[in-house]
């Protein structure tokens, strides 16, 4: 049963679409509550979140094959599934992840401000 719950854990928080859509539902409902309530700190504050859900972005391959696993070889062909998911651990490591980390950063910091403009 702990392997199961462990595999799917895996499963859940390596899938970097499910992160990109949860930051945008973060970004998107907490400026709607920001505007709709004239509280723009709540959009200030999900930029938090969205910075904590780059860096889970980033950690991808760490998360999807675990401690043991980390120094595998990255030259697979892309044909294969498992050169897919190489593939796109390479993306979310060093373009995905980054990209959500820094719009997490710019809205933590003056997202009180952008919403005042």
Not at 59 to 67: C, D, E, S, Y
Not at 93 to 115: F, H, R
Request: glycine share 10%; charged share 20%; net charge positive.
């Amino acid at each position: 049963m702990g392997k199961i719950v462990i595999s799917n854990m895996r499963k859940t928080f390596s899938n970097t679409y499910l992160i990109c859509f949860t930051a945008m539902v973060v970004l998107g409902g907490n400026l709607y509550y920001s505007i709709i309530t004239s509280e723009p700190h709540w959009f200030q504050r999900s930029g938090s979140i969205v910075v904590l859900l780059g860096v889970l972005i980033v950690a991808r391959r760490v998360i999807r094959l675990g401690k043991d696993h980390q120094n595998k070889d990255w030259n697979l062909p892309d044909e294969t599934p498992e050169g897919k998911r190489v593939l796109l651990d390479q993306r979310s490591e060093y373009v995905i992840g980054p990209i959500i980390a820094v719009i997490g950063t710019v809205v933590w910091g003056y997202g009180d401000l952008l919403l005042i403009l």
